[in-house]
């Protein structure tokens, strides 16, 4: 589980932005919104853990390599920063599980059974529709 202390300081930026969610006047005159930018390069992360972020989260990576992370659900900007704070945490621990590998199973032998009968009794119903033959 990756924490908050184990990531280097240097690679996070925060950025504090006008925020268009609630707040009345204040939110006009105050950048109470956070974006969170977190440079994967310097996270210093298992490269399969980089690759699974890039892959799942490709929509907020930038062409540099770097996580965005966009909070404006509160009206202060610590609880906003705090918010920000734990989607990465929970990114980047999602990414670090390591996905379980699927095992390919062959079909049953009663399954193979039960869809040829299907397809059987499919076929017996469509020569029902058919015009009788006079012979």
Do not use: C, W
């Not at 977190?38 to 853990?49: F, Q």
């Not at 390919?104 to 469509?126: C, E, H, I, M, N």
Request: charged share 30%; proline share 4%; glycine share 4%.
């Amino acid at each position: 589980m990756i924490t908050l202390d184990e990531l280097p300081h240097e690679s996070l930026k925060f950025k504090f932005i006008n925020a268009s969610g609630p707040g009345g006047q204040h939110v006009n005159k105050a950048s109470t919104a956070v974006e969170l930018t977190a440079d994967l390069e310097n996270l210093k992360l298992p490269y399969g853990v980089i690759n699974r972020l890039k892959l799942k989260y490709s929509s907020r990576i930038n062409k540099r390599g770097k996580l965005i992370v966009q909070v404006d659900n509160f009206r202060s900007q610590h609880q906003n920063r705090k918010e920000a704070i734990a989607i990465l945490l929970k990114m980047l621990n999602d990414a670090a599980k390591v996905p379980k590998r699927r095992i390919a199973s062959s079909p049953t032998r009663s399954s193979k059974k039960k869809r040829l009968d299907k397809k059987k009794q499919r076929g017996v119903t469509k020569s029902h529709r058919k015009a009788p033959s006079y012979d």
